[in-house]
T-cell receptor, first 111, second 114 residues
Framework: AQRVTQPEKLLSVFKGAPVELKCNYSYSGSPELFWYVQYSRQRLQLLLRHISRESIKGFTADLNKGETSFHLKKPFAQEEDSAMYYCALSGWTGANSKLTFGKGITLSVRP | ETGVTQSPTHLIKTRGQQVTLRCSSQSGHNTVSWYQQALGQGPQFIFQYYREEENGRGNFPPRFSGLQFPNYSSELNVNALELDDSALYLC?????????????FGEGSRLTVL
């Protein structure tokens, strides 16, 4: 069974502070992990995927298979980073791809 | 490029009624997935349609059903509505059954069951 756990519901930081949004997963195969973001009054959209190994808007995330984690990090938070963040796991079965989402975390960046 | 559009945006039904939600996929996409998002939860996979056939289903009862049309638009039907069906229903389109995991979401249809 696939499961994604985001242990915190809310993270509030000041502008310029480092950010780490935690994500742990459970999956028996080789997972693909993603972070999706939803800004206020916007639709859910892909932020980054582990397979790309890229930095998007200053955010990075490293897949740690030993710890089954995929934490999202940013060294210096900006006010425009305030949003809802969801960690998601894709279990490709060869027939379809479904995403399993965590419950999400609200990031609030204060000026 | 036209994004994913859903209708209606909001609706209210009573227990036992039936509801149909509609989704137009993004141009060039042949796969539509439906998700249910209850308050305070992440989206939960309902099912996926690929080339007009159901191509995977989550842990939802048969009263949740769907269709995909030749133009790849889709409908989600829910029969015998229950109070717990109150949620935001998200449609997401992708190419080739969502390989790569990037889904393009609509803004959702918020269903309230009284």
């Amino acid at each position: 069974a696939q499961r994604v756990t985001q242990p915190e519901k809310l993270l509030s930081v000041f502008k310029g502070a480092p950010v780490e949004l935690k994500c742990n997963y459970s999956y028996s195969g080789s997972p693909e992990l993603f972070w999706y973001v939803q800004y206020s009054r916007q639709r859910l959209q892909l932020l980054l995927r582990h397979i790309s190994r890229e930095s998007i808007k200053g955010f990075t995330a490293d897949l740690n298979k030993g710890e089954t984690s995929f934490h999202l990090k940013k060294p210096f938070a900006q006010e425009e980073d305030s949003a809802m963040y969801y960690c998601a796991l894709s279990g490709w079965t060869g027939a379809n791809s479904k995403l399993t989402f965590g419950k999400g975390i609200t990031l609030s960046v204060r000026p | 490029e036209t994004g994913v559009t859903q209708s209606p945006t909001h609706l209210i039904k009573t227990r036992g009624q039936q509801v149909t939600l509609r989704c137009s996929s993004q141009s060039g996409h042949n796969t539509v997935s439906w998700y249910q998002q209850a308050l305070g939860q992440g989206p939960q996979f309902i099912f996926q349609y690929y080339r007009e056939e159901e191509n995977g289903r989550g842990n939802f009862p048969p009263r949740f059903s769907g269709l995909q049309f030749p133009n790849y638009s889709s409908e989600l039907n829910v029969n015998a509505l229950e109070l717990d069906d109150s949620a935001l229903y998200l449609c997401a389109s992708s190419y080739d059954r969502g390989q790569g995991g990037e889904l393009f979401f609509g803004e959702g249809s918020r269903l309230t069951v009284l």
